[in-house]
């Protein structure tokens, strides 16, 4: 891998909440967030768990990759639902390695455990043979291969995580489901006081909720999820350098996703960050600044 | 110029259930640097946060010369509740005196509590300034 090779961001799944197979979703996609984070040397990392991860499942079988990285930002389940039928876990050859934030009470593992058990699911995760080891995010930045990460709580109900990433030379933000607004007006507030304010400042890119229009957001405040607004001026405000929008809401057809870009890029005006909407099957190759 | 230090997302979220709360509360990092205080603590300081800024929490409510109530002797840095939060991270509770930087004396009970984001991992205090 050369120092300055960038990443490869491939979109899996960006739907919130629920998985929204049909007709009208066909162009952004169904399935719940999954996102492939991969380097020139075939060094990747899978970030969280949705439905998406199903179909990334069966491209590492074909790759032949047998060491995975998993960062869960939370356990909703939209989050982690696909972890189960996701091919390498079934795999004894594969080792799997997955981080997730703490929790005061339940290690990582017993929580996960609750989705792979009766009544959930007919198998407990004792019978699954791969080799899967579970990690609390650390307090600290730490790394993973050539991969430079940290992680810090974000707003959103329960224990959830914002990644920072870094690798061939760029830098990635992922924070899913975030709702800054809740703890002020974003544009008012110094950017230490913002909730994920050190994982996203300064990303090349930055992929963030957006789930609601502004108008929805009024009638779901304290949910968890951010409205265009909101997330576009977060992204003014850590000075990211792109913005990906992310975790459509379920009930937002392929036409309603392409008004909420349209809002965005209206909201963004001419600061040149153009704000993009996921789509499943999406890459962006990422590079740092020249 | 200095880059602000980010904060943990306990302060961040204790600063916002403050900053709409009418009873006087002050805010620490984990350091003890005062990081806030609410509307309702420029009665008790005689100071706006923006006036003030981030500092040690000792350098700034030394200003206020806390005394006992029960002794009107002066309460040292440690017996203080914020102080006691802090280093012996453990809640604290202390009725004393403050004097604003106006010169007027006002009698609080004070409570003060750690913010623990993990088991272990103190964050900040959250320090309640009690009317009398």
């Given amino acids: 891998m050369t120092a300055n090779g960038g990443m490869r961001i491939r979109i899996w799944g960006c739907r919130g909440s629920l998985p929204t197979p049909g007709a009208s979703t066909v162009r952004y996609g169904g399935n719940t967030s999954c996102v492939e984070v991969g ?28 060491e995975i990285r998993l960062l869960l930002t939370h356990l909703h389940l939209d989050h982690l639902e696909g972890l189960r039928f996701f091919a390498p876990m079934w795999n004894p050859e594969v080792s799997i390695d997955i981080w997730g934030p703490p929790s005061p009470t339940w290690s990582l593992r017993d929580r996960i455990a609750r989705s792979f058990s009766p009544p959930l699911f007919p198998l407990d995760l004792k019978d699954v043979p791969s080799q899967v080891t579970f990690h609390d995010v650390p307090r600290e930045p730490w790394t993973i291969g050539p991969f430079s990460l940290s992680a810090s709580l974000v707003v959103h109900p329960g224990p959830t995580v914002g990644y920072r990433i870094e690798a061939g030379g760029a830098t990635f933000a992922y924070i899913p489901d975030h709702e800054p607004a809740l703890c002020g ?4 507030l110094s950017p230490d006081w913002i909730s994920g304010g050190a994982v996203a400042h300064g990303a090349d890119l930055l992929l963030h909720d957006a789930q609601y229009f502004e108008d929805e957001y009024e009638a779901r405040i304290g949910w968890g999820h951010s409205s265009v607004a909101d997330a576009v001026a977060f992204a003014g405000a ?24 349209d809002r965005a890029r209206e909201l963004a005006g001419q600061n040149g960050r153009g704000p993009t909407l996921a789509r499943e099957g999406m890459v962006v190759e990422l590079r740092g600044p020249a | 110029m200095a ?41 008790v300081f005689g100071r706006s946060y923006a006036e003030v800024g981030e500092m040690p929490y000792d350098e700034w409510t030394s200003r206020f010369e806390p005394r006992s109530i029960a002794t009107d002797e002066p309460v040292p840095l440690e017996h203080r509740p914020t102080g006691i939060a802090l280093n012996e991270q453990r809640p604290a509770h202390e009725r004393m005196r403050y004097t604003s930087i106006e010169g007027v004396a006002r009698e609080n009970s004070v409570t003060a509590f750690p913010l623990f984001a993990h088991h272990d991992e103190l964050v900040g205090t959250v320090t309640i300034f009690w009317r009398e």
């Fill in chain 2, 3 to 43: 880059v602000a230090r980010p904060k943990h997302l306990v302060l961040i979220l204790a600063r916002e259930f403050a900053s709409n709360l009418a009873t006087p509360t002050m805010i620490t990092d984990e350091r003890g640097y005062l990081v806030f205080f609410n509307e309702a603590a420029e009665e």
């Fill in chain 1, 238 to 261: 850590v000075e990211a350098r792109r913005l990906l929008l992310f975790h459509h809401e379920p009930v937002h057809a392929d036409t309603s996703l392409d008004l909420l870009e």
């Fill in chain 1, 39 to 66: 380097l020139e040397d075939g060094s990747l990392l899978v970030l969280d768990a949705g439905t998406g991860i199903r179909c990334l499942g069966d491209e590492l079988v074909e790759r032949g990759v047998r």
């Fill in chain 1, 185 to 188: 007006r974003i544009g008012e």
